[in-house]
């Protein structure tokens, strides 16, 4: 079955960078797009990056120029550079990926931010 399996989060403090990773099994990784979202406490989950299968980004424009989303087609795995972190990005980070027979999700790692 298809997994998705979050690493990486944590507390850090403002201006500070982590490095998220999503590992993926049990379908084809490298023929599929890969997203990252978020969801703040109070707030309704958001999508904060996306990579296709030919390696194309796209960021939310909150962290466009801090975050790099990229991946890695031999191990199976979507990673999130965050730099320059704010309180802001204090959430839950998720991955994501949206298959021919559906929509699968990780189950997410915190992110905290101190200022």
């Known amino acids: 079955q298809v997994q998705l399996v979050e690493s990486g989060g944590g507390l850090v403090q403002a201006g500070g960078s982590l490095r998220l990773s999503c590992a993926a099994s049990?379908?084809?990784?490298?023929?599929?797009?890969m997203n990252w979202y978020r969801q703040a406490p109070g707030k309704e989950r958001e999508s904060v990056a996306l990579i296709t299968s030919g390696g194309t980004t796209k960021y939310a424009d909150s962290v466009k120029g801090r975050f790099t989303i990229s991946r890695d087609n031999v191990k199976n795995t979507v990673y999130l550079q965050m730099n320059s972190l704010k309180p802001e990005d204090t959430a839950v980070y998720y991955c994501?990926?949206?298959?021919?027979?559906?929509?699968?999700w990780g189950r997410g790692t915190q992110v905290t931010v101190s200022s």
């Open positions: 994501n990926t949206d298959l021919k027979w559906g929509e699968f």
């Open positions: 049990g379908y084809i990784f490298s023929i599929n797009g």
